[in-house]
């Protein structure tokens, strides 16, 4: 029994101390019932979208993300054994709808926070790593993005663009950049002046070589938290623009723009206050777990990595 | 009712142990420690990093917070005749112990100030929550003393103020009124045990804020946040580690002269041996968590009887001497799995095969000597336990 | 005379963001061919024939920077352009709108900065106990609730179920039309002070049903953003040395945590609540959409998808002017809840 737990203890000190990091910080996700259920709502969604087709299977194949209506009666109808969601103003089926919707959430969330980190890597380490004048100059441009008023301006770009959800994206992008090269700034700075960094420099390593293997695996820990956190917040302003009338053309499988259908049937006719419930509350609540995953994982990560906080 | 062993005690540890559970496993900081502490003496508390000499001494006032916990043991505290175990008390009780018969002081004095609290209030806020009655008093006191001064209306409202003050009914403090006259009074209180505490111009640095002091001063003020309710036992944790060598002197000094004032008891706890044989007469060595060594000062500077006591002395540069230093070999121990039997037995030169299974407990250092020296060392078993 | 110093100098700075903001939306819109820039100013299909003498007109086609200048000129002469949205002089839109969204932010904000604070700080008190996981996973919850989606649903239930009890839209339309007549005052244009300087405690009554939903909605949605803040800083404050000596001292838990604990970690929630602050008063675009009210963001909204560029220009300058000004009533603060800061 003492040579077996001598045993494990020497096998735990050869561990990569970033490997050993991980274990650590995943063993405590799993164990706060918060990220717990988070996990879990991502992995739910994650299969809805691997398996879109077979679950709602699309008339049109070429066509997938055109939800199919019957007709263009425009009175929404109840859930029915065809239609176990119901239907939307114009027929829709709401099923069909938030299915195929989960794969324009994952795309939009994806998209435009993976871009946006892209773009925030390369210009926050730029300004990070080099310093002095061009450091001043992005800094300052991103200052002044803090002072703009970032959803206003996302819906007139999009106006400006054309109306459609691909553009929705690239305005979101447009206004979300800063605030990620800002972050990582941040954290490069830190980094940079550590001793490991200083070492590595003074062995002599090229400069792209002390950021790519010294810099950036340090500090990405507080953007991937921020992304974790983002991929919410952008799917739900993609959300309210498409809902604002401003993304796909009527018909496409986008959650934002279902809710945006029902607005009209909020209300049902007198006595019957909540007749079309169904029209709003389903896709408003696939919108909502899908940002509530996200954010109860992001809010978990936020936790675990914050020093202060750590191994308490 | 468990009773002090020892007329002299005011403080006796029997048996204490504390664990703390965390992420990686059950750190068992204290195994099992038993000391006294006498009426009128210093004890010293030495020992590396790391030893739980600071655990020890926040477990007396009962302040291990989750993942820790007292496992087991009696912390006595009183006299002979009427001593309370204060492991058994509630945290109510604990509260009016803390900072009036027990206080402490904080190993940094930077961290231990609030940084937006001004150092009058922090300083008053001890008489504020102990010494209310004798506050009140004070204040009447005060207001009888200008009573032929006033006019009519002003006799009128210090009469109602009396009527309060004197019945000191409820929690004065909440009520918006009197709760400044204490105040005012307690800062009054302050001014003058900073003064005492030698302090320059306390009536300016009463109004500053903790940053805008220099270190010794800080310390200043945290020793005096601690005595002002003439505490019975003072615990100080490393008050001097983190100052330069001539405050340090100084805030020594100061304790020192403060022991003969108030008749406290100190526990006083450093890494620094040099100035443990300054202030202290006893001196408890701690090794991981354990208790190694306790003599007098004197006795364990010229007499160390523990392997691991010999080995730390002998680290530290004499004035003078031209003796190589010798550092002591292997690491602290991991607590949540330390070494069987003696916790010293990886780094010890004297290690026998008993010492790698069983504990070794304190025993009577040389024949003749009474309990004065005691070392937990297989070494000197022959001699009995104490 | 420091302090005046330092906050004129801080109000210099003002001006230094204005120009900095309006740049870059000008730089954006050199991104569009003035035939795009242009389809702003077309109200109707027939004007498209007319474009290129649209583009004359507004000057489209010449170097962006001479359009900035002109542009410039224009705003020092006060005139802020045409709101071709709600076809009025966009100054004057801004200055009819602003109460109702003042009005949402000072009612909202409350609830939002103290109600955060203060589950903020229970959780921290409690952490790791079930009351700290649920009010986190209630105000995640809240956090993750897609604003127009909730203003729906509220609307559902609590204007379709319960028969009108809050209505959406700013007033009813007695109160409306009874604003707008001669016997009543508008002192400040904000429905509720101005009804209670009135003294007509109907109209009072009747703006504050008005608000509740939007209040509601901004309360649940945004507590989260303080919470969290205030939650993290106070453990972080709570594991401090100060906290441990004024326990030590034996102070009460209480007060332990009010007096020693709150006041260091409030700090941090000061930034966040500025932040929030100005988002409110910015315009809350969709809370205002959803429910009708006519303020900021719904004018600004309705602005940003029509191209009604000098609406979207007022936007971009009050937001601006906003940060410069709430930041700096955060350092103030700053420097009074801690001792250490110094205005420089
Ligand atoms: N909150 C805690 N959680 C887990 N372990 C703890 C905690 N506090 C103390 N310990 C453990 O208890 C042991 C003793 O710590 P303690 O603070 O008493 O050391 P110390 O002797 O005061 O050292 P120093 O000279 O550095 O102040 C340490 O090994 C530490 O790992
Ligand atoms: S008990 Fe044994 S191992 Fe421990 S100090 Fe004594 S001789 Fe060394
Ligand atoms: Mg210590």
Known sequence: ???????????????????????????????????????????????????????????????PFRIP????????????????????????????????????????????????LVIGLVVGSISGYFGGIIDEIIMRITDIFMALPLLILAMAIVTALGRSLDNIMKSLIIVGWPIYARTIRGSILTIREEDFVRAAQAQGAGTLRVIFKHVLPNAIYPVLILASLDIGAMVLTAAALSFLGLGAQEGYADWGQMVSLARNYIVGPQGQPFLYWYVVTIPGLFILFFVLGWNLLGDALRDIFDPRLRRK | MRELQSAESVLEIDKLKVNFYTYEGVVKAIDEISFALEDGDTLGIVGETGCGKSVTVLSILRLILPPGRIESGCILYGTKDSCIDLTQ????????????????????????????????????????????????????????????????????????????????????????????????????????????????????????????????????????????????????????????VTIQAQILQLLEDLKERYHSSILFITHDLGV???????????????????????????????????????SVPHLGSRERLESIGGNVPNLVSPPSGCRFHPRCPHVMDICREQKPELYRGMEGADNRHLAACFLYQQEGVA | MNFLN???????????????????IFALLSLFTPEQRASAFIRDIKQLEHIDSIIKTYGLDRPIFVQYFNWLR????????????????????????????????????????????????????????????????????GWSLPTFWFGLVLLMVFY?????????????????????????????????????????????????????LPVITLTTIQIALVMRIMRSSMLESLGKGYVLTARAKGAAPRTVIRRHARRNALIPVITVSGWLFAQLMGGVVITETIFNRKGLGWWWAKAATQLDIPAVLMAVLFNGALFVVINLIVDLLYAYIDPRVRLR
């Not at chain 1, 007709?71 to 176990?84: C, E």
């Open chain 1, 69 to 116: 209506h019957e007709g263009y009666s425009v009175v929404p109808k109840p859930p029915s054994p065809g239609h176990p969601f119901g239907t939307t103003t114009k027929q829709y089926d709401i099923f069909y709808g938030v299915i195929w919707g989960t794969r324009t959430a994952f795309r939009i969330g994806f998209m435009v926070v993976g871009s946006i």
């Open chain 2, 89 to 244: 008390k509630n945290d109510e009780f604990m509260r009016s112990i803390r900072g009036n018969d027990i206080s402490m002081i904080f190993q940094e004095a930077g961290n231990a100030l609030n940084p937006v609290l001004s150092v009058g209030y922090q300083v008053s806020e001890s008489f504020l929550l102990h010494r209310q009655q004798e506050l009140c008093e004070s204040v009447l006191n005060r207001i009888a003393e200008k009573r032929d001064r006033l006019s009519a209306y002003q006799r009128f409202r210090t009469w109602r103020y009396r009527r309060k003050l004197r019945k000191a009914e409820g929690n004065l403090l909440k009520d918006r009124h009197y709760g400044r006259l204490l105040k005012v009074e307690a800062l009054r209180w302050s001014v003058d045990l900073l003064r005492s505490l030698g302090i320059p111009n306390p009536d300016e640095v009463v109004k500053r804020y903790p940053h805008e002091l220099s270190g010794g001063m800080q310390q200043r003020v945290v020793i005096s946040m601690a005595l002002g309710c003439n505490p019975a036992v003072l615990i100080a944790d490393e008050p001097t580690s983190n100052l330069d």
């Open chain 3, 6 to 24: 330092y906050i004129i100098r801080r109000l210099l700075l003002l001006i230094v963001v204005l120009i900095g903001v309006t740049l870059i």
């Open chain 2, 276 to 314: 443990v044989s300054e202030v202290s007469d006893k001196v408890i060595v701690l090794y991981a968590g354990t208790i190694v060594e306790f003599a007098e000062v004197r006795e364990l500077f010229k007499n160390p009887l523990h392997p691991y006591t010999s080995a730390l002395l002998h």
């Open chain 3, 74 to 141: 224009e705003i020092f002469k006060g005139n802020f352009g045409w709101s071709t949205t709600v076809s009025r002089p966009a100054i004057e839109a801004f200055k009819n709108f602003l109460p109702n969204t003042v009005e949402l932010a000072l009612f909202s904000a409350p609830f939002i900065i103290l109600g955060g604070i203060w589950l903020g700080s229970v959780s921290a008190v409690h952490h790791d106990k079930p009351i700290d996981h649920f009010t986190r996973f209630l105000s995640i919850v």
């Open chain 3, 160 to 212: 379709g179920y319960f028969r009108g009890l809050f209505p959406p839209e700013i007033l009813g339309y007695k109160a409306q039309v009874f604003v707008e007549s001669g016997e009543f005052v508008r002192y400040t244009r904000i429905n509720t002070i101005d009804a209670l300087l009135n003294g007509r405690f109907w109209i009072f009554v009747d703006a504050i049903r008005h608000l509740v």
């Open chain 1, 1 to 63: 029994m003492i040579f077996l737990k001598k045993r494990r203890i020497v096998l735990d000190f050869e561990q990569h101390p970033r490997l050993k990091e991980f274990k650590f910080s995943f063993s405590k996700i799993l164990r706060n019932p918060l990220s717990f259920i988070g996990l879990s709502l991502i992995f739910l969604f994650l299969m809805i979208a691997l398996f879109t087709p077979l679950i709602a299977v699309p008339e049109k194949p070429e066509e």
